[in-house]
């Protein structure tokens, strides 16, 4: 029995000495695990919470576009920018406000509802920015800011689109040679698009087929008399 109780003793001592070493430590790396899960936990909590309240917001946006109250569309469309712009939320709704904004002739507001989500957006939200700023641009007669909207690399399913658009921007400064090579190179990329399935029109019944977009592209083609 004293045998047993001198080791563990033993033990007991080095257990002790063993936390007087590492005890520290020990504590630190619970702890920094601790904060570590409860940051997380945190941060979950924000993100949820942000994405409610800018859902909430999102939702006044739609009514007021429904609506026509472009008062409202502006106070929506902002407060999601300001104190929402991390969420898909205020891109969407963006996008949203400058297209109603526009359909009031306010192409001023509308351009800077798109040249944020040109910048701040992602993929084809993004994407989808840029193509609309930039047929305001060429609108505007603005032609090298359109240009500009137009160059830089673009998610496969809009490359048709971007070089399309980028064909009508030299067609309207009079570069027919220009015009004509970029028709044809979208309606290149076009079917490299129906091949591989990446398409926008390849993922959703709801868009314009791309054999109705083709003709259209063809037209334009055929106007600069570029056909082959």
């Known amino acids: 029995m004293a045998a047993y109780d001198l080791e563990e003793q033993e033990q007991l001592a080095e257990l002790k000495a063993w936390w007087k070493q590492y005890g520290n430590l020990l504590i630190n790396i619970l702890t920094a695990g ?18 409610g309240q800018a859902s909430a917001i999102y939702h006044v946006l739609q009514k007021a576009v429904q609506e026509k109250d472009t008062s409202r569309i502006k106070a929506a469309s902002g407060e999601l920018i300001e104190k929402f712009g991390r969420t898909n939320y ?4 963006a996008l949203m406000a400058a297209k109603a904004m526009i359909d009031t002739g306010d192409a001023k507001t509308a351009k800077v509802q798109l040249q944020w989500a040109a910048d701040k957006a992602k993929d084809e939200v993004r994407d989808l920015a840029r193509l609309r700023l930039a047929t305001l641009l060429l609108d505007e ?28 921007v030299f067609s309207a400064q009079g570069k027919k040679d220009e015009a004509v090579k970029a028709y044809q190179a979208a309606l290149a990329k076009l079917s490299e698009v129906d091949k591989s399935g990446k398409g926008i029109n390849a993922q959703s ?7 109705v977009y083709r003709e259209i592209i063809q037209q334009k083609l055929d106007a600069l008399g570029g056909s082959k």
Do not use: C, H
């Open 141 to 168: 007669k603005a032609y090298d800011d359109a240009l500009k909207q137009l160059d830089g690399s673009v998610t496969a399913a809009f490359e048709p689109r971007f070089i399309d658009s980028r064909g009508d």
């Open 90 to 93: 205020a891109s969407l709704g």
């Open 205 to 211: 019944w709801q868009l314009q087929s791309n054999a």
């Open 34 to 51: 601790a904060l570590v899960v409860l940051a997380w936990q945190g941060w979950t909590w924000y993100q949820r919470n942000q994405a």
